[in-house]
């Protein structure tokens, strides 16, 4: 978790003295040449799968399109898995030349410093993001993009788009993350060449995924107080959601029961796996959520929080230049008064809670987040 929170803190730039270059055709034959000299030193032989031929090494494998081992092998893709262990490694086997000094193990801030980057905030879809596309065809064209789950970033991808007969083919390396960290590096080559109109509409929609911005990873908001554009709990406004919208994003709910309440109105209770919901239902009036609340699975709230997440970072997400300490206190506003706007830690002996409110047409709207053994495991967006 920490390592994520180095992503979303620190800046993307100033990494590397020189401009980043985008990557080279060459990069990735290198790399393939490099685990197929340790595989020919090692002596391995491969066996056939996903049609081609498999070589395993320590922390590495190929796939051969023949059988043989050898100079001559031509390689499909390879991939760089793990550090060798360099008591089962033989001396006669040479390191992997790894793609910009890159192996498993490095910090996810680092590896995007190694690329070019023309989207610093990695605006885009809550999937990917286009990281720099450099060139036109016919001449290559160099693409980066991230594939990720919000703010968890899953894989970062550096593609070549190079001409090839009467067609484009589209080679390149795929890194492989985990909790902010490099834990595979793969080849890829498609294996039949693109048409021009298909490589033209490839590169096209990538372009057009440059403008989107419906999802910022690094935006301006880390460090401010909260907004009414924080009120969102796993994809769903709050202040907007109604129950035929919570059945579209999370399906048809496992249970539902309603309870009258004293003031005339019914209270409507959903549960999902992982989620709540209550709305307030009354006579000749549209249904109003009431609370939203995740308390389990992989949900995104406010910011990118997410169940798992630590006290630090939820804190660091949002304005803290309070008095609050390790006994809580106000983060910042009258949190004393109670009065919006304001952000407030609240220690109890087992657990921890954030209060974080803002007056809206509706009334007083909070994001409450609780935290047990310094751990996220409960979100919850509510009208005071």
Known sequence: MILLVCLFLLPLAGFSQEPAEPIRLAEVEQFNQS?????????????????????RGNGYELLLAGEDVSADSLVLSAALTGLPDSHEQTQ????????????????????????????????GTTDRAVLYIAGELPAAVSVGFLLRDGRSPQSIE???????????MRTGLQYTLDMGVVTAIRSFTSREALSQQQAAEELANLRSLQEQNRYVA????????????????????????????????????????SVDNSDGS???????????SVFVRREGAPDRAQRLTVNGGAFEGPRGLRLGDTLAQAVSRF????????????????????IPPYGLMVVNPESTLLYYAIDTQAGKAALILEFVDDLLVNMTLTYL
């Open 218 to 257: 690094l935006g301006d908001r880390d460090g401010t107080r909260f907004a009414r554009e924080d009120l969102e709990l796993a994809g769903l406004d709050f202040l907007d959601a109604q129950l035929g919208t919570l059945d579209s994003v999370l399906g048809e709910a496992a249970n539902q029961e």
């Open 266 to 276: 019914t209270l409507i209770i959903s549960q999902w796996p992982g989620f709540e």
């Open 319 to 338: 304005e803290h230049t309070g008095g609050a300490d390790a006994d809580g206190g106000a983060l910042y506003g009258e949190a004393d008064k109670q």
């Open 92 to 123: 006669a086997a040479p390191a992997p030349v790894s793609p910009r000094g890159v192996l498993p193990g490095m910090v996810v801030e680092d590896l995007l410093a190694l690329y070019p980057n023309d989207n610093p905030s990695l605006a």
């Open 35 to 55: 685990l197929l000299e340790m595989a020919m030193a090692e002596q391995l032989s491969g066996f056939s799968e996903d049609g081609g031929y498999l070589v």
């Open 158 to 168: 550096q593609l070549v788009y190079y001409q090839a007969g009467d067609g484009v």
